[in-house]
């Protein structure tokens, strides 16, 4: 069992360009998370999706887009990158309808840097 | 909104001595709190969690955890110290219904031989 895989491990961008980060999970849960971690800020929610077909906005949303069309899979695009968005990115699910108790699954990452 | 607070950026302790991380939150409502554990250059790995009942709570690895609703506090404990131990430590809150689970900023956990 894989759990979540994350693509790319790694990424250097130059700003302005466009980046999908992949995440795909095969444990059939309904929901999943974008989280980015920032040192000094520990892990701060981007969007969610509590089941295929819906999303949601987290904390910090903003240059950020998700979509959800199946179960499995979550990417997580930026339209047009810039250099605060330099971060490790973590991808999550968790069981259930985003139930508040239920523990989540991460992922390994995706360090990504904006130039 | 929910926030939570981990007062020390760095606990070192030395092995087979107990160790404590602290952990201290704010909400509106029931939490429900968690602490996870992060090793060098891997995602976060879910250590426990306090939903109701017994304010001791046992998770992995010989992990436990006091709820302390006076005190808002969700402090992490082990009796006895491994260097396997070292790691970034985590504590996050979440209310009923809400997806919106917020982290502390995280303590690193050294362990000495």
């Known amino acids: 069992i894989a759990g979540i895989t994350q693509a790319p491990t790694s990424q250097i961008l130059a700003a302005g360009r466009r980046m999908t980060l992949r995440c795909t999970q095969d444990?059939?849960?309904?929901?999943m998370y974008w989280y980015r971690q920032d040192l000094g800020l520990g892990l701060r929610l981007i969007h969610y999706?509590?089941?295929?077909?819906?999303?949601g906005k987290g904390e910090v949303p903003d240059g950020y887009s998700v979509s959800r069309a199946n179960t499995d899979d979550f990417p997580l695009t930026l339209a047009s990158a810039v250099p605060s968005q330099t971060s490790v990115y973590f991808c999550a699910s968790s069981e259930r309808r985003a139930s508040s108790y239920n523990e989540q699954f991460f992922g390994p990452g995706t360090r990504l840097t904006v130039l | 909104a929910q926030s939570v607070a981990q007062p020390e950026d760095q606990v070192n302790v030395a092995e087979g001595n107990p160790l404590t991380v602290k952990c201290t939150y704010s909400v509106s409502g029931n939490p429900y709190l968690f602490w996870y554990v992060q090793y060098p250059n891997r995602g976060l790995q879910f250590l426990l969690k306090y939903i109701t009942g017994d304010n001791l709570v046992k998770g992995s690895y010989g992990f436990e955890a006091e709820f302390n609703k006076s005190q808002t506090s969700f402090h992490l404990k082990k009796p006895s110290a491994l260097v396997s131990d070292s790691a970034l430590y985590f504590c996050?809150?979440?209310?009923?219904?809400?997806?919106?689970?917020?982290f502390g900023a995280g303590t690193r956990l050294t362990v000495k031989p």
């Open positions: 996050a809150v979440r209310l009923y219904n809400n997806n919106d689970m917020r």
């Open positions: 999706s509590n089941t295929a077909g819906t999303t």
């Open positions: 444990m059939r849960h309904n929901a």
